[in-house]
């Protein structure tokens, strides 16, 4: 069988494709480079093979069977993967803007690295060399796609990999903003502490980076406590006991318990305690939601 005329640029697929391709296939042919553009291949079954840098843009493979498949460096521009298996695939430094990956399944998918598509990395190459036009276009092209994919890993539970995708989703949304502008500084603030609520350890560090903070800016101006000042520049206690006080007051804020034995005195310590009761609040719903998440099918 002449497998060049699949590389011919110039290639129309016809009612042989599909049975030519899966006999290729089962020879253990390498399919890479093929252009199949526009190419119906319904229910093809086309398991382990290999189709590196294929053009299959436009291609319909709707309920094909395409588990471990290697599409690496691929054109997948508004391919049909509707309710076709994806599982195990290779799909780095694909284009899939426009690909519809409807009931499509899709997971232990090789991403790249950090979950990255190519238009994100072309975005950022862009930007580098002062192209922003041209970057902020192809943001706007991962966006789309990390959102595509996102909403379908949804409706499978794939909840690791959607929080990542939404994660993915977020910075290219951020990165489309104006640099200097108080909307992507507070994105960055978001994404560093929370990770825009996906990422349960920049949670915890949050907390307890808060909680520290608190605690020593507390301990400069002091705080109440048995008709003395607890504080780092008060004598009336031992220092390990000023520093184990001020930790467990922070604690108290933070979680809006506020016990009362302890109170600030001056107006450091009052702004403080505004301002970290009302974080607590806000970061230990943030946690409560993660977790679920976590713990939960989504």
Excluded: H
């Excluded at 079954?45 to 588990?67: D, E, G, H, P, Q």
């Excluded at 789309?144 to 995708?165: A, H, P, V, W």
């Amino acid at each position: 069988m002449n497998k060049e005329k699949y590389q011919n640029i110039d290639y129309v697929s016809d009612e042989n494709t599909c049975s030519e391709l899966e006999s290729l296939n089962k020879k253990n042919e390498d399919l890479s480079g093929f252009n199949l553009n526009k190419a119906n291949l319904t229910n093809i079954n086309l398991v382990n093979s290999i189709m590196k840098n294929t053009n299959l843009s436009r291609a319909n493979l709707i309920n094909s069977s395409l588990y471990g498949i290697n599409l690496s460096g691929s054109n997948l521009f508004k391919t049909n993967f509707e309710n076709a298996n994806l599982n195990n695939a290779n799909l780095q430094n694909c284009n899939l803007l426009g690909a519809n990956f409807t009931n499509t399944k899709l997971n232990n998918i090789k991403w790249g690295k950090d979950y990255k598509v190519i238009n994100e990395l072309e975005a950022e190459q862009a930007y580098k060399k002062g192209n922003f036009e041209l970057a902020n276009k192809k943001y706007r092209e991962a966006e789309d796609i990390y959102r595509n994919i996102k909403i379908s890993m949804q409706s499978q539970t794939l909840g690791n990999d959607t929080g990542e995708f939404f994660i993915r989703e977020m910075t290219a949304k951020r990165k489309q903003l104006n640099r200097f502008s108080l909307k992507r500084l507070g994105s960055k603030i978001i994404e560093v502490t929370t990770g825009y609520g996906e990422k349960l350890s920049n949670i915890a560090f949050t907390i307890l980076g808060i909680i520290i903070v608190c605690m020593i800016l507390y301990g400069i101006e002091g705080v109440s406590y048995q008709d003395k000042t607890l504080g780092f520049f008060s004598d009336d206690f031992p220092m390990l006991r000023t520093i184990g006080n001020l930790f467990y007051f922070s604690v108290v804020v933070y979680s809006t318990v506020g016990f009362g034995e302890m109170v600030p005195i001056g107006p450091l310590g009052k702004s403080i305690v505004i301002f970290e009761g009302i974080i607590g609040g806000i970061v230990l719903a943030i946690l409560v939601i993660a977790l679920y998440k976590k713990l939960m099918d989504r």
